[in-house]
């Protein structure tokens, strides 16, 4: 049997689930016949050794046929129950990605009522590292130079009225941002202060400041 598709053992259990299985013996040689007519075709002929006198096996061509549509049914079942799993986990992944945006949208609404309060009393900057002042269109060396002092061969800035020094960085004559680091921060740091003395020089380059997760943009 070269074209065989189904095993005789496959269709000797599908013969226990009939429910005719219960009042009717079904025996090897029945399984074997209509496990010719499965795999081979209704109109093909039995081997000898299948045959019986009278020529007429109607009832298993008819078992054939139904075990052919018990097999579609069954892959059919597999087919839709595998969709649905697909469509249960791209679900299930939806409400895992709109469950993790909203838990990082409410952390990020924490984190901003938190810096907001400790703004108040002078503390919002110890939340980061670092604090980064970034000047969009960069900041002239002159006019900063008004407002603050360089020092460490113009590695280090710090604004007038505050003790609090930044890193510089810098494109020619441009200063492009000040950051504060941990390595930089001194314990006695007025926040106030030195708030207000960046305002100043964001005022003078005629620039609007935008304060954002513990940074600075001045453009």
Do not use: C
């Given at each position: 049997m ?20 219960r ?35 109607t ?96 590695k ?64």
């Amino acid at each position: 049997m070269k074209n065989q598709k189904y095993t005789l053992k496959q269709i000797r259990e599908w013969f226990r689930q009939l429910e005719e299985n219960r009042y009717r013996k079904r025996y090897m040689v029945d399984a074997k016949r209509v496990h010719h007519y499965v795999n081979l075709g209704e109109d093909t002929d039995l081997p000898a050794s299948l045959q019986r006198k009278n020529g007429a096996y109607t009832r298993e061509k008819a078992l054939a046929k139904q075990f052919k549509k018990f097999v579609r049914e069954q892959a059919r079942l597999a087919k839709e129950e595998k969709a649905k799993k697909v469509r249960n986990e791209g679900i299930i992944s939806s409400i895992r990605k709109i469950v993790k945006e909203h838990i990082s949208e409410s952390n990020r609404s924490k984190i901003m009522n938190l810096r907001e309060q400790l703004k108040r009393i002078g503390g919002a900057k110890h939340l980061t590292e670092s604090t980064a002042v970034n000047f969009t269109s960069g900041a002239n060396l002159n006019v900063l130079k008004k407002f603050g002092t360089f020092d460490k061969g113009g590695k280090l800035y710090t604004l007038n009225g505050t003790n609090q020094p930044m890193l510089v960085s810098k494109k020619g004559s441009n200063i492009e941002s000040l950051t504060i680091t941990s390595g930089l921060r001194v314990s006695k740091f007025d926040d106030r202060a030195w708030e207000k003395q960046l305002y100043k020089l964001a005022k003078s380059l005629g620039k609007s400041v935008d304060d954002e997760y513990g940074d600075y943009e001045i453009g």
